[in-house]
């Protein structure tokens, strides 16, 4: 049984344009999300996070935004670069102490 | 560059065989923990060490085993290969005694069980 799910394999932006990544779970006992990109070769690096306190944390170029009720989140990163381009997990914790549980992951790529 | 070392970078080795994937954590991290990526599927949780003591386990297999080191450094043993073993393992570390926190992660390491 999937926890964290990210339902779109794939997604293909323009760059300058928004892309935005969306992730649902299914655990409401959830309530520490992240954001992870990795590229080929590479492990996941750590992007941004939010707790559930929040529903907006923003860093730079990327945003995640956390519906609680409807137990969605998403990652915008604006303006998109072609360096973006890369996988994108999204993870998930219960009360910081259970061990992160991860999606599949999105392959992001920023077409110049 | 997380600060996270993984040896061997590749792996190949037959059906029946044991390995031994090595980490080494951040300077000053105490948690270490492992992951799987089989194709096509997200990093899954395999276990937690902190500062030499088993903190969690996830869907290890009874023929994995692992250990953290003095030193803090980390070992994966893989014994009994299966061809579905073949995968990537990450190690990744932190500062925390918990595993829900950001998490640093290795480049892997590449196995292939033939």
């Known amino acids: 049984d999937q926890q964290v799910k990210q339902n779109s394999p794939s997604l293909s932006v323009q760059e300058g344009r928004i892309s935005i990544l969306n992730c649902d779970y299914t655990n409401s006992m959830f309530d520490y999300f992240l954001w992870y990109k990795k590229y080929p070769a590479e492990g996941p690096t750590f992007l941004i996070s939010?707790?559930?306190?929040?529903d907006k944390n923003e860093d730079g170029r990327f945003t995640v935004f956390l519906n609680k009720s409807a137990k969605h989140l998403s990652l915008h990163i604006v303006p998109s670069q072609p360096g973006d381009s890369a996988v994108y997990f999204c993870?998930?914790?219960?009360?910081?102490?259970?061990?992160?549980?991860f999606g599949k992951g999105t392959r992001l790529s920023v077409i110049a | 560059d997380s600060g996270v070392t993984q040896t061997p970078k590749h792996l190949i080795t037959a059906t029946g065989q044991r390995v031994t994937l090595r980490c080494s954590p951040r300077s000053g991290d105490l948690s270490v923990y492992w992951y799987q990526q089989s194709l096509d599927q997200g990093l899954q949780f395999l276990i937690h060490y902190y500062n030499g003591e088993e903190r969690a386990k996830g869907n290890i297999l009874e023929r994995f085993s692992a250990q953290q080191f003095p030193d803090l450094h980390s070992e994966l043993n893989l014994s009994s290969l299966e061809l579905g073993d073949s995968a990537l393992y990450f190690c990744?570390?932190?500062?925390?005694?918990?595993?829900?926190?950001?998490?640093?992660f290795g480049p892997g390491t590449r196995l292939t069980v033939t």
């Open positions: 990744a570390s932190s500062p925390r005694t918990s595993g829900g926190y950001e998490q640093y």
């Open positions: 939010i707790s559930s306190i929040k």
């Open positions: 993870a998930a914790s219960a009360l910081g102490n259970t061990p992160l549980v």
